[in-house]
């Protein structure tokens, strides 16, 4: 094998895969995030060097331990004695092993403490100096720090189990296993970031929340910890802010160019109010130091009440709120009055207090921006209007609008094209009106138009995906627009309206950015749903369906991913459509097939929880004296879903249920056992849960003496296929078993139970 590598037939890690089937061991491609850094201090630096190996990770009394020659039983066993653990041998090449060695062992981990030092929050170097004894603690919790910031982590967790010690970092919005140091080391980690925070460290049964900044290489890092007594010891969290990762610049941002000039035309106004909306992490705090900072030079005054004030900017007047002592977001804003502001920026309107005295505010001459925890710009209009605020005083001071989320970019580095299919363009509403909406006609047609999908490489740790970036929904006012807030409009007819002025919802600003290669249709299918309502002028002489009128059916609810309401109209059907293609997005993800997959479970799942209730639907439009009206509505409405309902109705069969005597334990075997596969994949599907299946018994009673029974035999198909999968998804990865019964019903002699016992 070296004879191979020195002679360039074989890299080292294709001889150590090679090496890896040979002898039936794992392979590990060390990188340094793989290797716990506690380790250290396990085995002598000389003997990792001299033997070429490397500690991995400890789980209980196993040390897994990555090895150039696993046969080296001489090796392992010294290593076991000196260790008192169990070696688990690993394959990987020895400069990988090197690497890491030295990230481990060499200047990387000495020189962290070197790296940060403590600019306040713990009262100066002198008080971070500890004793020799827990110099350990002190680089794991460098490294930890380091680790994080270089990585972009937003937020750190150290959570305290009753075996184990966890860290994971939440990297692009998603909590991901950092290291499970030894538990022991909890005590002396808790304690340091303690002192660094300057919290009290005897203080164990109460939550505390401290701040740490640090100058981490040339850059200024700014910690809120927070930390609060569970059940096993006390947790800590501590978010992230890093002024150098900071973009002021709004066109960094993500938006597109001719969105960008809307909402750069809202913000330039001398007065009125400005809101950015959202859920928690969605982006909120980057668009607004980014709007002030656009606004910020000499000429004007700037005030902003914060809690907490989370980045530092140069000219503008920052204010801490502190609601225990009585200033909170309205005091700061009655207090801003008097301080002569220009531009006043509040962290949040929580209360009709704050919003009351932020639209006088807007309506005195000062331009106010804000935020608001909605989920799209016209529901903000409406609750504001909900929270008391006057329709007038709102419709006269209201600018700009915009709502954001955030989606996973493609990486770069692994990113491949793909040609978009008909059946995926109409599911994500893709046609002519929408590319010109897009300003992308002129670029793209429906033929030529492609997407990317990340392939997985060692930079995105083979998630295909790297980074966040906005997509935008920015809401104009107009003059029917204010119309409609003095009419006291709903929210679906403001949403109707915005469409109709112009406004790109979040999924079309989603869906631009797919075609732009800058993210994958799945993210668009996870993150928003569709507008529900054309833009086109042409759509306002279309037959509106009164909510009133609609016909109401009952839907049998179903398991995971899909979750239907007991009654509703089309407007809840076509909700369900975007669940299960948003379902559906995530096949790739649990199955090498993801096509033969999608085909069965979407026709099933379509036939009875789509195709069924639309075809009930038309039967009670043709009972009523308004058939002539409803039918035509049902199809334009059909015409505006993920997918075409007549092309589903034409393929799908007849579903009318008709009952038969028979055998249950017949239909039994077919629909669980025969299908037994599908049920897994299925489950994996609906809970994301990938292991679901790997460790599962399934054993069944099934007398061959019961009598026969009138069954319907396509609905007993989903009732028990949603049962056997609910069991399947209760087990989850740790597995167990499954018994299915079929008996006689105790006291009678003609009716039989279906049963699923499961060992969870």
């Given at each position: 094998?070296?004879?191979?590598?020195?002679?360039?037939?074989?890299t080292?890690?294709?001889?150590?895969?090679?090496?890896?089937?040979?002898?039936?061991?794992?392979f590990?491609?060390?990188?340094?995030?793989?290797?716990?850094p506690?380790?250290?201090?396990?085995?002598?630096?000389?003997?990792?060097?001299e033997?070429?190996?490397?500690?991995?990770?400890?789980?209980?009394?196993?040390?897994?331990?990555?090895?150039?020659?696993?046969?080296?039983?001489?090796?392992?066993?010294?290593?076991?004695?000196m260790?008192?653990?169990?070696?688990?041998?690993?394959?990987?090449?020895?400069?990988?092993?090197?690497?890491?060695?030295?990230?481990?062992?060499?200047?990387?981990?000495?020189?962290?403490?070197?790296?940060?030092?403590?600019?306040?929050?713990?009262?100066?170097?002198?008080?971070?100096?500890?004793?020799?004894?827990?110099?350990?603690?002190?680089?794991?919790?460098?490294?930890?720090?380091?680790?994080?910031?270089?990585?972009?982590?937003?937020?750190?967790?150290?959570?305290?189990?009753?075996?184990?010690?966890?860290i994971?970092?939440?990297?692009?919005?998603?909590?991901?296993?950092?290291?499970?140091?030894?538990?022991?080391?909890?005590?002396?980690?808790?304690?340091?970031?303690?002192?660094?925070?300057?919290?009290?460290?005897?203080?164990?049964?109460?939550?505390?929340?401290?701040?740490?900044?640090?100058?981490?290489?040339?850059?200024?890092?700014?910690?809120?910890?927070?930390?609060?007594?569970?059940?096993?010891?006390?947790?800590?969290?501590?978010?992230?802010?890093?002024?150098?990762?900071?973009?002021?610049?709004?066109g960094?941002l993500?938006?597109?160019?001719?969105?960008?000039?809307?909402?750069?035309?809202?913000?330039?106004?001398?007065?009125?109010?400005?809101?950015?909306?959202?859920?928690?992490?969605?982006?909120?705090?980057?668009?607004?130091?980014?709007?002030?900072?656009?606004?910020?030079?000499?000429?004007?005054?700037?005030?902003?009440?914060?809690?907490?004030?989370?980045?530092?900017?140069?000219?503008?007047?920052?204010?801490?709120?502190?609601?225990?002592?009585?200033?909170?977001?309205?005091?700061?804003l009655?207090?801003?009055?008097?301080?002569?502001?220009?531009?006043?920026?509040?962290?949040?309107?929580?209360?009709?207090?704050?919003?009351?005295?932020?639209?006088?505010?807007?309506?005195?001459?000062?331009?106010?921006?804000?935020?608001?925890?909605?989920?799209?710009?016209?529901?903000?209009?409406?609750?504001?209007?909900?929270?008391?605020?006057?329709?007038?005083?709102?419709s006269?001071?209201?600018?700009?609008?915009?709502?954001?989320?955030?989606?996973?970019?493609?990486?770069?580095?692994?990113?491949?094209?793909?040609?978009?299919?008909?059946?995926?363009?109409?599911?994500?509403?893709?046609?002519?009106?929408?590319?010109?909406?897009?300003?992308?006609?002129?670029?793209?047609?429906?033929?030529?138009?492609?997407?990317?999908r990340?392939?997985?490489?060692?930079?995105?740790?083979?998630?295909?995906?790297?980074?966040?970036?906005?997509?935008?929904?920015?809401?104009?006012?107009?003059?029917?627009?204010?119309?409609?807030?003095?009419?006291?409009?709903?929210?679906?007819?403001?949403?109707?309206?915005?469409?109709?002025?112009?406004?790109?919802?979040?999924?079309?600003?989603?869906?631009?950015?797919?075609?732009?290669?800058?993210?994958?249709?799945?993210?668009?299918?996870?993150?928003?749903?569709?507008?529900?309502?054309?833009?086109?002028?042409?759509?306002?002489?279309?037959p509106?369906?009164?909510?009133?009128?609609?016909?109401?059916?009952?839907?049998?609810?179903?398991?995971?991913a899909?979750?239907?309401?007991?009654?509703?109209?089309?407007?809840?059907?076509?909700?369900?459509?975007?669940?299960?293609?948003?379902?559906?997005?995530?096949?790739?993800?649990?199955?090498?097939?993801?096509?033969?997959?999608?085909?069965?479970?979407?026709?099933?799942?379509?036939?009875?929880?789509?195709?069924?209730?639309?075809?009930?639907?038309?039967?009670?439009?043709?009972?009523?004296?308004?058939?002539?009206?409803?039918?035509?509505?049902?199809?334009?409405?059909?015409?505006?879903?993920?997918?075409?309902?007549k092309?589903?109705?034409s393929?799908?069969?007849?579903?009318?249920?008709?009952?038969?005597?028979?055998?249950?334990?017949?239909?039994?075997?077919?629909?669980?056992?025969?299908?037994?596969?599908?049920?897994?994949?299925?489950?994996?599907?609906?809970?994301?849960?990938?292991?679901?299946?790997?460790?599962?018994?399934?054993?069944?009673?099934?007398?061959?003496?019961?009598?026969?029974?009138?069954?319907?035999?396509?609905?007993?198909a989903?009732?028990?296929?949603?049962?056997?999968?609910n069991?399947?998804?209760?087990?989850?990865?740790?597995?167990?078993?499954?018994?299915?019964?079929?008996r006689?019903?105790?006291?009678?002699?003609?009716r039989?139970?279906?049963?699923?016992?499961d060992?969870?």
């Amino acid at each position: 094998g070296a004879y191979l590598v020195k002679a360039g037939f074989l890299t080292n890690k294709q001889l150590s895969i090679g090496l890896s089937k040979q002898f039936n061991i794992p392979f590990v491609d060390l990188d340094e995030s793989l290797v716990d850094p506690v380790l250290a201090t396990l085995l002598p630096k000389k003997l990792c060097h001299e033997q070429i190996l490397c500690p991995v990770k400890r789980e209980n009394n196993k040390l897994v331990l990555a090895m150039t020659d696993p046969t080296d039983i001489i090796t392992i066993d010294h290593i076991e004695m000196m260790t008192g653990m169990r070696v688990s041998p690993v394959v990987s090449s020895e400069l990988s092993i090197m690497a890491a060695l030295g990230n481990l062992y060499g200047e990387n981990i000495d020189s962290l403490a070197d790296n940060i030092g403590s600019e306040g929050g713990g009262g100066g170097d002198e008080d971070l100096d500890m004793g020799e004894n827990d110099a350990p603690i002190i680089k794991l919790v460098n490294l930890v720090l380091t680790q994080a910031v270089n990585l972009n982590v937003s937020d750190i967790h150290i959570e305290i189990y009753e075996h184990e010690l966890r860290i994971r970092f939440r990297l692009d919005g998603v909590m991901k296993l950092f290291m499970t140091p030894a538990r022991a080391a909890h005590a002396g980690v808790v304690s340091r970031i303690k002192v660094m925070a300057n919290l009290d460290i005897a203080e164990t049964r109460r939550p505390q929340d401290g701040r740490i900044k640090l100058n981490m290489q040339n850059r200024k890092i700014d910690l809120r910890v927070s930390c609060i007594p569970c059940v096993w010891g006390e947790k800590i969290v501590m978010r992230i802010c890093d002024q150098g990762n900071l973009k002021v610049d709004l066109g960094d941002l993500g938006f597109e160019p001719f969105v960008l000039e809307k909402y750069m035309e809202g913000v330039r106004c001398s007065n009125g109010i400005v809101l950015v909306t959202g859920p928690t992490g969605s982006g909120k705090t980057t668009t607004l130091y980014s709007s002030i900072f656009l606004l910020n030079n000499p000429s004007i005054n700037i005030m902003t009440a914060e809690d907490p004030v989370e980045y530092n900017l140069m000219g503008i007047n920052q204010v801490q709120c502190h609601p225990d002592i009585g200033l909170d977001f309205s005091a700061a804003l009655r207090s801003f009055l008097r301080q002569d502001p220009d531009v006043i920026m509040l962290g949040e309107i929580r209360d009709f207090e704050t919003a009351s005295i932020a639209i006088k505010a807007a309506m005195t001459g000062h331009l106010v921006i804000s935020t608001l925890h909605t989920n799209d710009a016209p529901a903000t209009v409406a609750r504001l209007l909900n929270m008391g605020i006057e329709p007038f005083s709102l419709s006269t001071s209201l600018r700009i609008v915009q709502a954001q989320r955030l989606v996973k970019k493609i990486c770069k580095t692994c990113a491949v094209e793909y040609k978009a299919d008909k059946d995926l363009l109409m599911s994500l509403g893709i046609d002519q009106r929408m590319l010109k909406k897009l300003h992308l006609a002129e670029k793209h047609t429906l033929d030529n138009i492609t997407f990317k999908r990340g392939a997985g490489c060692p930079d995105c740790d083979n998630t295909g995906l790297k980074g966040r970036q906005g997509i935008y929904e920015v809401l104009t006012m107009t003059q029917k627009f204010r119309e409609l807030i003095e009419n006291r409009g709903n929210t679906e007819e403001m949403r109707r309206q915005a469409l109709l002025d112009g406004m790109l919802s979040l999924r079309e600003s989603a869906i631009y950015k797919a075609i732009n290669g800058v993210t994958t249709v799945a993210e668009v299918f996870h993150t928003t749903i569709d507008s529900g309502g054309d833009s086109d002028e042409e759509d306002k002489d279309k037959p509106k369906m009164a909510e009133e009128s609609s016909p109401v059916i009952s839907i049998p609810k179903t398991v995971g991913a899909i979750q239907v309401s007991d009654g509703g109209s089309i407007g809840n059907l076509t909700r369900e459509i975007h669940e299960f293609t948003s379902m559906l997005a995530k096949v790739s993800g649990v199955t090498d097939n993801p096509a033969a997959v999608t085909a069965t479970i979407s026709k099933e799942l379509l036939k009875h929880h789509i195709a069924a209730p639309l075809e009930q639907i038309r039967a009670q439009a043709g009972k009523t004296e308004q058939s002539d009206k409803i039918l035509p509505l049902i199809q334009a409405q059909g015409q505006k879903m993920d997918f075409n309902v007549k092309n589903l109705i034409s393929h799908l069969a007849d579903i009318k249920p008709k009952l038969a005597k028979m055998q249950l334990n017949q239909l039994v075997e077919k629909e669980i056992f025969a299908g037994l596969k599908n049920h897994v994949v299925t489950a994996r599907l609906l809970s994301g849960i990938k292991e679901i299946g790997k460790n599962l018994k399934v054993s069944k009673s099934l007398p061959a003496d019961l009598p026969q029974v009138q069954i319907d035999p396509e609905s007993f198909a989903t009732i028990a296929a949603n049962i056997f999968i609910n069991a399947l998804i209760g087990l989850g990865s740790k597995g167990g078993e499954i018994k299915v019964v079929t008996r006689l019903k105790p006291k009678t002699t003609n009716r039989v139970e279906f049963i699923i016992f499961d060992s969870g």
